[in-house]
């Protein structure tokens, strides 16, 4: 699913990103990317999405290598990829309904199909009596909630959280940590960035360990440590 | 539904940020309607020196001595020049009729006539009019051809005409008690002591050719007349008008593209959190600016709309209320269709093009 061969990204002047980083996820997989900040977990969300180009190496998505995307298809890369986030992006003069079908808007789905599959979504991620409230209104593990359903309505094969329970106190990022795993059972490959020790501990799934730019550990069933 | 998504995010845009948008409306508003008043005088100059230009352009008097034959053997003489399209022939009691009717309400300065002084002439309409000057010279030593007209016209008809600068609308100085040419007429300014120079103003800018005596560079010789020169000075004046009004038209337009670009700018900065939500969830880069073109050209259009209505109230004032005094200035309003699609079109390019400039500064996608 995720390919990067001997990718290194330096910003200039000589601030080092990542530097040779090779790693395989494969499809339907569950990983942590650990790490403190600093030591390159932004910089390897940020080069899945293409919003910049690696120095060296190169990155495969889906089975798409992102060097040899043309411009014009970088939109269409990104819609294949959920994306959640520590500050949740949520647009806050809308309701929670509008921000799910934002995303579904974007991509110029006809209407009718987004009144059926916000709802839907919304039930999912248990906010179903909540959608017309605006993102003010809502509990920080709520408007997270909303986050994670914008990210999966397009039922996109791989979800990328940065940091996504960072704002929230543990027993609602345990809320937030179920959903994610009730998606990755659903066959979508969820990778997750994160500071959160305690439960990296409890999952027990794949570790990717970044210091200063370089992979310093890779292991299945890992702990944060 | 995609139009009406893009639409309702531009319409958000404008009201949330409402007195850039109300003074980028305002200055593109100002540019237009100056464009469009621009227009409106350019129009009626080209109507008038368009007139000027398709009148008459050579005429030749004649000798009240010459014989018919005489005249006959002129009127082949000029049929028979290459240069010539048409020729007409004007006799004296036609000069006269003429002059009446170009004169009517102002009879009283003909009756002040004995007799009909108007000599007999030749109107030439030439094939070309860059060769006014060259046909007019073959006429200069016709034995015919009276060459002292205006001597031979005071004697007859104003021994007492005051000597009164009067001025014609181009700013030609004529002196009261002469001859020129009006709408084809051959006619007199009377040397009225009150000033009364309506005979006068009835004279198109450009129409008047011969006058009395030096004052008037469009006399080649006294008896044969070229409406080219006045028609050039007129249309190089229209030129000059005309480079300044497009320049000050061209400052105003870059004026307004900065301010809506601004505005653009603007909007683009407060919707930016928008702008990276659309980008991570996968909406296309044209998605993304859609909504930003169309608040520029929104814009634009509004503001051209203003424009149109106040030119169109401006002309009909000027045409009901001004013409109506002063019927000589003879204005007319351009015609609507062609007015709406040129400032409208204009404020859409304003719009499109300050949107433009914005998006490709400050979106990056």
């Known amino acids: ?225 | 539904m995609r139009f009406r998504f893009f639409f309702s995010e531009a319409l958000d845009s404008l009201t949330r940020n409402w007195v850039m948008s109300v003074a980028a409306i305002v200055t593109v508003l100002v540019s237009m309607f100056v464009l469009g008043i621009g227009a409106f005088v350019f129009f009626n100059l080209q109507n008038a020196t368009s007139g000027v230009r398709n009148k008459l352009e050579i005429e030749v008097f004649i000798k009240n001595a010459a014989s018919q034959d005489q005249i006959n053997q002129l009127g082949d003489q000029i049929k028979s020049m290459p240069e010539v399209k048409d020729v007409n022939f004007v006799s004296k009691d036609e000069a006269l009729n003429r002059l009446r009717e170009s004169m009517k309400g102002h009879e009283d300065v003909l009756n002040a006539l004995s007799g009909n002084p108007l000599p007999a002439s030749y109107e030439i309409f030439l094939k070309d009019q860059n060769n006014i000057d060259s046909v007019a010279r073959k006429f200069y030593t016709n034995p015919v051809v009276d060459n002292d007209i205006s001597s031979h016209l005071n004697a007859d008809l104003s021994p007492s005409a005051t000597s009164m600068p009067v001025s014609a609308g181009d700013g030609t100085k004529f002196t009261a008690g002469m001859y020129f040419r009006i709408d084809n007429e051959v006619m007199r300014v009377s040397g009225d002591p009150n000033g009364d120079t309506v005979p006068m103003a009835r004279a198109q800018v450009g129409t008047t050719a011969a006058a009395h005596g030096a004052h008037s560079e469009i006399v080649n010789t006294d008896g044969i007349k070229t409406g080219g020169e006045t028609t050039d000075r007129v249309l190089k004046a229209t030129n000059y008008i005309l480079i300044g009004g497009a320049g000050f038209v061209a400052l105003l337009a870059v004026a307004s593209i900065l301010l809506i670009s601004n505005t653009i700018r603007l909007s683009i900065f407060a919707r930016r959190r928008e702008v990276e939500i659309m980008r991570l969830v996968g909406a296309t880069n044209w998605f993304i600016r859609w909504p930003f073109v169309m608040e520029g050209v929104f814009t634009g259009l509004v503001g051209a709309t203003g424009a149109v209505i106040m030119v169109l109230l401006v002309q009909n004032f000027f045409v009901n209320n001004i013409v109506e005094q002063m019927p000589f200035l003879g204005a007319e309003t351009v015609p609507l269709f062609w007015l709406l699609l040129f400032i409208i079109g204009g404020g859409g390019v304003l719009g499109s093009v300050g949107s433009g400039l914005a998006l490709r500064r400050f979106l990056k996608i």
């Open chain 1, 1 to 225: 699913m995720i390919r990067f061969e001997n990718v290194t990204k330096t910003y200039d002047p000589n601030i080092i990103g990542l530097e040779d980083v090779s790693v395989h996820i494969e499809r339907g997989e569950f990983a942590f990317l650990v790490g403190h900040s600093g030591s390159g977990k932004s910089t390897f969300i940020r080069l899945l999405l293409k919003e910049f180009e690696p120095s060296e190496g190169s990155i495969t998505v889906a089975g798409r290598n992102l060097q040899r995307m043309r411009r014009a298809a970088v939109p269409h890369h990104r819609r294949s990829i959920g994306c959640v986030f520590q500050d949740f992006k949520l647009l806050p003069n809308r309701t929670v309904a509008e921000n799910v079908a934002y995303a579904l808007r974007v991509t110029g789905q006809p209407a009718r199909s987004i009144r059926r599959k916000v709802p839907e979504i919304l039930q999912l991620v248990g906010l179903g009596d909540k959608m017309s409230n605006r993102p003010d209104e809502l509990s920080a593990g709520e408007q997270q909630r909303v986050s994670v359903a914008r990210a999966f309505v397009n039922h996109p094969s791989l979800l990328v959280a940065d940091e996504p329970t960072g704002n929230l106190d543990p027993d609602t990022s345990v809320g937030i940590m179920q959903l994610l795993y009730r998606i990755n059972r659903t066959g979508t490959t969820v990778l997750m960035a994160t500071h959160d020790r305690e439960m990296v501990d409890k999952m027990r799934k794949r570790v990717i360990a970044l210091g200063g730019g370089k992979v310093i550990r890779d292991e299945d069933k890992g702990l944060y440590r």
